[in-house]
């Protein structure tokens, strides 16, 4: 099976995880499909690459940011090292999965 194909089958099977409201089926999908979209191509959108981070970026900031906070390093675990992994290897299926369910959650809660 392809990546995919399995994220599609986990953004389904995510979607659905949670009890949807009476009329809000079609909110859970389209907020799983927003929270999987947003998962794969928001790093990119910001300066996490597989090269790194861009220069001048919005990333190039946040890291800049974290550094000056924690005294001179970025913080292994964190917000921005986070999203450099993300960049560079993608995301986990757990992670499309759980992006799925909050963007259901939030679009059904946010439309009612």
């Not at 924690?70 to 921005?80: H, I, L, P, Y």
């Not at 299926?93 to 963007?103: R, S």
């Amino acid at each position: 099976m392809s990546k995919v194909s399995a994220i599609i089958c986990i953004t389904l099977i995510a979607s659905m995880a949670i009890q949807p409201s009476e009329a809000g089926v079609g909110h859970w999908i389209a907020g799983a499909a927003l929270g999987v979209t947003a998962i794969a191509f928001a790093p990119a959108a910001l300066g996490f690459g597989a090269l790194g981070i861009a220069s001048g970026s919005t990333a190039a900031g946040m890291m800049s940011a974290s550094a000056i906070a924690s005294g001179g390093g970025v913080a292994a675990g964190g917000v921005v090292a986070t999203m450099q992994s993300i960049g560079v290897a993608g995301a986990s299926y757990g992670a499309y999965a759980a992006a799925a369910a909050a963007g259901g959650a939030a679009v059904d809660y946010f439309t009612k």
